[in-house]
Nanobody
Framework: QVRLVESGGKLVHPGGSLRLSCAAP???????????VGWYRQAPGKQRELVAS???????RYADSVKGRFTISRDNSRKMVYLYMNSLKSEDTAVYYC??????????WGQGTQVTVSS
């Protein structure tokens, strides 16, 4: 597995923006580059759901609920994954988790970062 560390979650007002970061501090570039990465979230009382994913070849996918508002990106040289969130809504409130995997690396998860959207 790959150790992942999320950061950037906090309390924001509706309509606000936030950037989440996910670091793979112990990975080497040659290990990180082939990973498919993603962001998931879990709200209280709900199942964990995919928010956005980005393959090693650059194909992205988004949940319908965040299309046009969220953007996933990665910086392979820095071993980082980002989630840019705009026009935040109260229903975006959740713990956000970073995920990474490949044919050689099993599903890896970070500890999560709390995002709260509230006035």
């Amino acid at each position: 597995q790959v150790r992942l560390v999320e950061s950037g979650g906090k309390l924001v007002h509706p309509g606000g923006s936030l950037r989440l970061s996910c670091a793979a501090p112990r990975a080497i570039t040659s290990t990180f580059r082939p990973l498919d990465v993603g962001w998931y979230r879990q709200a209280p009382g709900k199942q964990r759901e995919l928010v956005a994913s980005l393959t090693s070849s650059g194909t992205s996918r988004y949940a319908d609920s965040v299309k046009g508002r969220f953007t996933i990106s990665r910086d392979n040289s820095r071993k980082m994954v980002y989630l840019y969130m705009n026009s935040l809504k109260s229903e975006d409130t959740a713990v956000y988790y970073c995920n990474a995997k490949s044919d050689q690396v099993p599903d890896s998860w970070g500890q999560g970062t709390q995002v709260t959207v509230s006035s």
